[in-house]
């Protein structure tokens, strides 16, 4: 329990909408699902509770934490369609768990099939794809860090504007809600 289906915002991809037209699908082929911990910097404390292991060494580990971190579970058959990230403001980590056998990744132009246990680090404004022609599910922690050349002034900077941008967006969800 958990996983749901990944859904990006609806402005990254008008061709792939799902039924009930929230958000936009990942994937032209095949089922992503994802398992969050934390989705910019809001925790998801019934999943963080379920992995507390994983959640300390995240905390012991991952330098300049984004908190944006999820298990990512794809299908035989899957392919992630082409995306990227707004900015370059983070770096993502993808460590590959389980499933890797016919799984591979793009960003930018180099191709690269996944390997258990070794971790592909990029910059998440990098246009990447992904798919997965393997026998049994692939599983990837991703975890994003914020960017190594960033000084600690701006990502205090960046976390304040990101903070700002996620109440104002609360707020007026709760608005129209309770209208």
Known sequence: KGFQPYRSPAYANNKQRPE???????????????FYLYLHDIPFSDNIA??????EI????VPRN????FFSAVTPGTHITPHNGPTGKKMRI????????????????????????KCIIFDDSFNHEAWHDGPQ?????IIDIWHPNLSDAEVKFYSLILKS???????LSDKFENQ
């Not at 389980?98 to 996944?114: I, K, N, Q, S």
């Open 137 to 141: 599910t692939r599983i990837n922690l």
């Open 165 to 171: 941008k996620l109440k104002g967006e609360k707020f």
């Open 50 to 55: 379920k992995v507390p292991k994983t959640i």
């Open 94 to 117: 993808h460590l590959p768990l389980v499933g890797t056998e016919g799984a591979r990744m793009r960003v930018g132009d180099e191709t690269r099939e996944l390997e258990q246990g």
């Open 66 to 69: 984004y908190h944006h971190c």
């Open 20 to 34: 009930d037209n929230i958000g936009s699908l990942g994937t032209d082929q095949g089922a992503w699902n994802v």
């Open 58 to 61: 995240l905390n012991e580990v």
